[in-house]
């Protein structure tokens, strides 16, 4: 049974930083590429970042490129994701999700296993 487990939420000012960890289980983890999401109340999920399993390749949204980075532990098989120079617009339960194949999508089709998520909240 595939299980993620996100931690490393809280409550920050505008400007400050968090780091976001995701503890995955039940999957050879390095075989595959992994993703963070986001959604805010009444909004849709949002890709944040992707990191490829493969070559390393990132890729970030448009809205937490040059603020937001993605990486892994393959030995610990964790994926983290170092979110700085944060906007109240940031604000959201953001989500780990484990790829189906080695790329990572920018699509939530692209991922079948999730974490339960955890919140983000920066003040201004």
């Known amino acids: 049974q595939v299980q993620l487990v996100e931690s490393g939420g809280g409550l920050v000012q505008a400007g400050g930083s968090l780091r976001l960890s995701c503890a995955a289980s039940?999957?050879?983890?390095?075989?595959?590429?992994m993703g963070w999401f986001r959604q805010a109340p009444g909004k849709e999920r949002e890709f944040v970042a992707g990191?490829?399993?493969?070559?390393?390749?990132?890729d970030y949204g448009d809205s937490v490129k040059g603020r937001f980075t993605i990486s892994r532990d393959n030995a610990k098989n964790t994926v983290y994701l170092q979110m700085d120079s944060l906007k109240p617009e940031d604000t959201a339960v953001y989500y780990c999700?484990?790829?189906?194949?080695?790329?990572?999508?920018?699509?939530?089709?692209?991922?079948?296993?999730w974490g339960q998520g955890t919140q983000v909240t920066v003040s201004s």
């Open positions: 039940g999957r050879r983890f390095s075989s595959y590429a």
């Open positions: 999700a484990i790829a189906r194949a080695k790329w990572a999508s920018m699509s939530v089709q692209g991922y079948d296993y």
């Open positions: 990191l490829s399993s493969n070559i390393g390749r990132t």
